[in-house]
């Protein structure tokens, strides 16, 4: 079993829509949580960081952790064609990734 | 702030030869550098993770000897592919983290560095 996964889409919505991208991890020792943004051949920009569980909001982006269920989410509101990416979430110290959600935000 | 630069972005080069690329971490301190490779359509792979000053920690099934990598200073990492192969034409990406202040615990990455091998 890999220590996190992720459903690599594609996901595609209209401009404005709510997105909602999700992961699971089985390593119950991750404190640390992050979300990337990927450009087609570019390197990943962090977009958001958490600590345990909870909620942490950044302008449109909402990340949210559940280490009942392990369980991690990044929510983008009123997305963008701007917003089309490829979305890698991760965790550990080491940082293991997800396999990435290729988005389309469809203008 | 946490901006990390690589270079080349690109190269080609012929089958056999080696390459260098470089990894720096322009206004922060990196006590610890990391590389990855990605191909199309898939997730970053860590290949071996470096402290400054000591000896990189290779992934199960990276060759060491294959993937130099130097960590000489805070600020600058190296990964020399050596003979070159088609095979190793990729995406290869750096981060860098720190161990101090705001920026700890996080890893920024590089813009990456394709390799196609002829």
């Known amino acids: 079993q890999k220590e996190v996964e992720q459903d690599p889409g594609p996901l595609s919505v209209p401009e404005g829509a709510i997105v909602s991208l999700n992961c699971t991890y089985s390593?119950?020792?991750?404190?640390?949580f992050m979300w990337y943004r990927q450009y087609s051949r570019k390197g990943p920009e962090l977009l958001m960081y958490?600590?345990?569980?909870g909620n942490k909001e950044d302008g449109r982006f909402t990340a949210q952790v559940d280490k009942s269920s392990k369980y991690i989410s990044l929510f983008i509101r009123d997305s963008q064609p701007s917003d089309s990416a490829t979305y890698l979430c991760a965790s550990g110290s080491r940082l293991t990734f997800g396999e990435g959600t290729q988005l389309t935000v469809n203008p | 702030g946490a901006v990390v630069s690589q270079h080349p972005s690109w190269v080609i080069c012929k089958s056999g030869t080696s390459v260098k690329i470089e990894c720096r971490s322009l206004d922060f301190q990196a006590t610890t550098m990391f590389w990855y490779r990605q191909f199309p359509k898939q997730s970053l792979m860590l290949m071996a993770t470096s402290n400054e000053g000591s000896k990189a920690t290779y992934e199960q099934g990276v060759e060491k000897d294959k993937f130099l990598i130097n960590h000489a200073s805070l600020t600058l990492s190296t990964l020399t592919v050596t003979s070159a192969h088609p095979e190793d034409s990729s995406f290869y990406i750096c981060s860098a983290r720190s161990s101090w202040g705001t920026l700890a615990d996080t890893q920024y990455f590089g813009p990456g560095t394709r390799l196609t091998v002829l």
């Open positions: 390593n119950s020792a991750f404190q640390y």
């Open positions: 958490t600590y345990s569980s």
